[in-house]
């Protein structure tokens, strides 16, 4: 399996934190030097280690933003 290299060039913030330290955070990530993405995944402490998550356009956070608005307010 090839080497995946990343940059966290912002974080934004914590969703959750589980009893092992790892957390769910949203931050801008830059994978494999490609432009950078929004990214929601499980981080190890340290960030030494990731779990499987979703990248998203700005573009693809605007909507998925506004279909989050729609389903709370559905809810």
Do not use: C, Q
Request: proline residues 3%; hydrophobic residues 40%.
């Amino acid at each position: 399996m090839a080497d995946i290299s990343f940059d966290i060039l912002k974080h934004f913030g914590i969703l959750s934190e589980e009893r092992n330290g790892w957390k769910k955070e949203l931050n801008l990530v830059s994978w494999n030097g490609r432009n950078p993405k929004l990214d929601i995944r499980d981080w190890a402490p340290g960030h030494e280690k990731m779990g499987k998550g979703i990248t998203l356009s700005g573009e693809e956070a605007r909507i998925l933003g506004e279909l989050l608005d729609k389903a709370l307010g559905e809810a």
